[in-house]
């Protein structure tokens, strides 16, 4: 089985300055990387995804993230953040079975202060 | 292109009652998966329906099941309701099985049992 560690509940950050929300996953096996975004009252929107290739993905809205296998890492960063990015982010893991479940860390919610 | 819907949004039932939540895919998807969100245990998989087959269960008990169409809409039940069924209910679709299909979410239907 997957799981997942989103190591801050919550970020507070300043309106244009840079933000790293972790996560980190632990399974026996190969996994899919996921990071999603929620907006109060919406569901989940997906912001980037790690399948294989580059370990440097970059997503909307301009976010990136880096897997890195060594430390079973998949931290989330954005350089400069903007009001607009206050929401609940959520990291996730999938094997590779072909199967649609996800499973999801707890959240950070980001707050960004003007 | 139309995105998830799911009806109704909020839903009040008390316990021991029965709810069934219905979510219409993207036009063009075969899968949707189900997904229970609470503040105490987060984002946990219920379970993933394509061609109206159950592929995937999550560890929920036989009270929570689902169902799948032909036109790939899907109706999730909930039986003898419980105050811990309170809880947001995401449905999400994609084209197919396997991540490499992106889910998308829909808004939710948030349950709550009184």
């Known amino acids: 089985a997957q799981s997942v560690t989103q190591l801050d509940s919550q970020v507070p950050v300043f309106e244009e300055a840079p933000v790293e929300l972790r996560c980190n996953y632990s399974s026996s096996v190969s996994v899919y990387l996921f990071w999603y975004v929620q907006y109060p009252n919406q569901g989940l929107q997906l912001l980037l995804k790690?399948?294989?290739?580059?370990?440097l993905v970059k997503g909307i809205n301009g976010f990136e993230a880096e897997f890195n296998k060594s430390q079973t890492s998949f931290h989330l960063r954005k350089p400069s953040v903007h009001i607009s990015d206050t929401a609940e982010y959520f990291c996730?893991?999938?094997?590779?079975?072909?199967?649609?479940?996800?499973?999801f860390g707890t959240g950070t919610r980001l707050t960004v202060i003007p | 292109k139309a995105g998830v819907t799911q009806t109704p949004r909020y839903l009040i039932k008390t316990r021991g009652q029965q709810v069934t939540l219905s979510c219409s895919p993207i036009?063009?998807?075969?899968?949707v998966s189900w997904y229970q969100q609470t503040p105490g245990q987060g984002l946990q998989f219920l379970f993933e329906?394509?061609?109206?087959?159950?592929?995937n269960k999550g560890n929920f008990p036989g009270r929570f099941s689902g169902r799948q169409f032909s036109n790939s809409r899907s109706e999730m039940n909930v039986s003898t309701l419980e105050l811990g069924d309170s809880a947001l209910y995401l449905c999400a679709s994609s084209r197919g099985q396997g991540l490499y299909n992106e889910q998308f979410f829909g808004p939710g239907t948030r349950l709550t049992v009184l």
């Open positions: 329906y394509f061609s109206e087959t159950q592929r």
């Open positions: 996730a893991v999938s094997d590779q079975t072909g199967a649609n479940n996800l499973f």
């Open positions: 790690y399948l294989s290739g580059s370990t």
């Open positions: 036009s063009g998807h075969r899968s």
